[in-house]
């Protein structure tokens, strides 16, 4: 089993900045990918950001490009996302995610997640 922790959400005003820690435990999972979504009150999932473990490469989604950008360090089992130029419709509840399958964009290949992090950005 693999455990997955959030933290860093917060209370943040317009064009402010936050930054997103997700640390993983437990099992080692070889060549994992991780990804960030986030739910807004009344909307679907969104795909937020993922990296891949090898290569560290990165993929966000149209609503966040330019503004946010994923790390993460190997060493730590750590994975960041630090969230810039924030805007209210940034506001939900962001998640994150590992999966086997290294580097993907869709929720379902997901296969551990967190409880999840609050972002409230004020307007």
């Known amino acids: 089993q693999v455990q997955v922790v959030e933290s860093g959400g917060g209370l943040v005003q317009a064009g402010g900045s936050l930054r997103l820690s997700c640390a993983t435990s437990g099992r080692t999972i070889s060549n994992y990918g991780t990804g960030w979504f986030r739910r807004a009150p009344g909307k679907e999932r969104e795909f937020v950001a993922t990296i891949s473990w090898i290569n560290r490469n990165t993929y966000y989604g149209n609503s966040v490009k330019g503004r946010f950008t994923i790390s993460r360090d190997n060493a730590k089992n750590t994975v960041y996302l630090q969230m810039n130029s924030l805007k209210p419709e940034d506001t939900a509840v962001y998640y994150c995610?590992?999966?086997?399958?290294?580097?993907?964009?869709?929720?379902?290949?997901?296969?551990?997640w967190g409880q999840g992090t609050q972002v409230t950005v004020s307007s």
């Open positions: 995610a590992v999966t086997r399958k290294g580097f993907t964009i869709l929720s379902g290949d997901y296969d551990y």
